[in-house]
T-cell receptor
Framework: GAGVSQSPSNKVTEKGKDVELRCDPI?????LYWYRQSLGQGLEFLIY????????KSGLPSDRFSAERTGGSVSTLTIQRTQQEDSAVYLC???????????FGQGTRLTVV | AQSVTQLGSHVSVSEGALVLLRCNYS??????LFWYVQYPNQGLQLLLK??????LVKGINGFEAEFKKSETSFHLTKPSAHMSDAAEYFC????????????FGSGTQLTVLP
């Protein structure tokens, strides 16, 4: 596609429910990243994919968070048993290789009520 | 280890006035430095970046930033603010130039007053 696409753009969920956030990177970009932007805080790195493997998961805040990437393309970030502190904007980015410029999606605004 | 500090979570300027958004970094290796802008309901866009070479970097929309190693700073400036510049601006540092190593500041919300 022309840019990084994320869906849904907004998600409201009840505490304790599971959510899935989707990212479609730019076609041909092998590297994919997930970031989180919490209210009043900066962006924090969550996880990095090179192809389908995730060599760096160091930013995932707890074992309730997981992500996968299939076919070297679409990625899904899953949050299980959501908590209110999970409320944030989740941003996905992709780049052509690990050293390339990162292009960001519009983000998914998650609200846990 | 690396970190970024953006001074001022909110900055207001009048239309036509100078824009100055401050960013200080720390990095154990020569840094790559970035400014990103986020307009409402949009993703981050790269404004400009410094890797090596000339310390004054020009970006899109009339913005520029100067890398000052002695001050560990990478402040963003624009001579004359426009209403369309109202957005949130993020400074970021990467030790190795890779997006997975990007560390972002907490952001500065720029308001442009008529």
């Amino acid at each position: 596609g022309a840019g990084v696409s994320q869906s849904p753009s907004n998600k409201v969920t009840e505490k304790g429910k599971d959510v899935e956030l989707r990212c479609d990177p730019i076609s041909g970009h092998t590297a994919l990243y997930w970031y989180r932007q919490s209210l009043g805080q900066g962006l924090e790195f969550l996880i990095y994919f090179q192809g389908n493997s995730a060599p760096d998961k160091s930013g995932l805040p707890s074992d309730r968070f997981s992500a996968e990437r299939t076919g070297g393309s679409v990625s899904t970030l899953t949050i299980q048993r959501t908590q209110q502190e999970d409320s944030a904007v989740y941003l996905c980015a992709s780049s052509l290789g690990g050293q390339g410029r990162a292009f960001f999606g519009q983000g998914t605004r998650l609200t846990v009520v | 280890a690396q970190s970024v500090t953006q001074l001022g979570s909110h900055v207001s300027v009048s239309e036509g006035a100078l824009v100055l958004l401050r960013c200080n970094y720390s990095s154990s290796v020569p840094p790559y430095l970035f400014w990103y802008v986020q307009y409402p309901n949009q993703g981050l866009q790269l404004l400009l970046k410094y890797t090596t070479g000339a310390t004054l970097v020009k970006g899109i929309n009339g913005f520029e930033a100067e890398f000052k190693k002695s001050e560990t700073s990478f402040h963003l400036t624009k001579p004359s603010a426009h209403m369309s510049d109202a957005a949130e601006y993020f400074c970021a540092v990467s030790a190795g130039g890779s997006a997975r190593q990007l560390t972002f500041g907490s952001g500065t919300q720029l308001t442009v007053l008529p």
